[in-house]
């Protein structure tokens, strides 16, 4: 058997570093590291990391039909509660409890999967775009979206993705795209 020598060996690419749930680069100090996936069609569901902690997914059994909401303490980061509310056939009074009494700096974190919208009402809508979404008087029958927001946001969030569900630009067969989005959340100081 012969060995091949320096020459002829194949070196492997170097391999791209990966930080805090798959970000290309790390964030700053005092900052949170994030991802959130929207869910694709009926099929794969949605997903919620922080830090590099899975806070919802489908290998979590957490994620369910319509919005899958997790709650985060925006001083410290660790989770406060993660729920699905089905937008379908589930109760919207069960989501409109969960999201009312949110405390000043709660992060929001959203994906949708398979249907948003439906049940969504006025009073819900409103909510969502208190806590610094754009897109949530819109949102539809079956579009995909994922937001992160916070309780008290002067402004409207910068991590907002929204497709609409359209039968001429759908990836797949009545679903629109799934959407992942990923960034550094600054950490609310004890004082704000």
């Known amino acids: 058997m012969r060995l091949a020598g320096p020459e002829s060996s194949v070196t492997a690419a170097p391999r791209a570093r990966k930080y805090k749930c798959g970000l290309p680069q790390p964030c700053p100090e005092e900052h949170l590291a994030f991802r959130v996936v929207s869910g694709a069609a009926n099929v794969i569901g949605p997903k919620i990391c922080l830090e590099d902690k899975m806070l919802m997914s489908s290998v979590k059994d957490n994620v369910g039909r319509g919005?899958?909401?997790?709650?985060?303490?925006?001083?410290?980061?660790?989770?406060?509660?993660?729920?699905?509310?089905?937008?379908?056939?589930?109760?919207?009074?069960?989501?409109?409890?969960?999201?009312?009494?949110?405390?000043?700096?709660?992060?929001?974190?959203?994906?949708?999967?398979?249907?948003?919208?439906?049940?969504?009402?006025?009073?819900?809508?409103?909510?969502?775009?208190?806590?610094?979404?754009?897109?949530?008087?819109?949102?539809?029958?079956?579009?995909?979206?994922?937001?992160?927001?916070?309780?008290?946001?002067?402004?409207?969030?910068?991590?907002?993705?929204?497709?609409?569900?359209?039968?001429?630009?759908n990836k797949y067969e009545g679903w629109p795209e799934a959407l992942e989005m990923e960034g550094c959340i600054p950490r609310r100081s004890m004082a704000s």
């Open 67 to 169: 919005l899958n909401i997790a709650l985060v303490n925006g001083v410290s980061g660790e989770l406060i509660e993660a729920r699905a509310f089905d937008m379908w056939a589930g109760d919207v009074n069960d989501l409109l409890k969960f999201i009312r009494p949110l405390h000043e700096g709660t992060l929001v974190f959203v994906a949708s999967y398979d249907d948003p919208a439906t049940k969504m009402n006025e009073e819900t809508r409103k909510l969502f775009s208190e806590l610094g979404s754009r897109n949530a008087k819109e949102l539809a029958f079956r579009d995909s979206w994922v937001f992160v927001g916070a309780k008290g946001v002067q402004n409207k969030s910068p991590f907002e993705q929204h497709v609409k569900n359209s039968k001429h630009s």
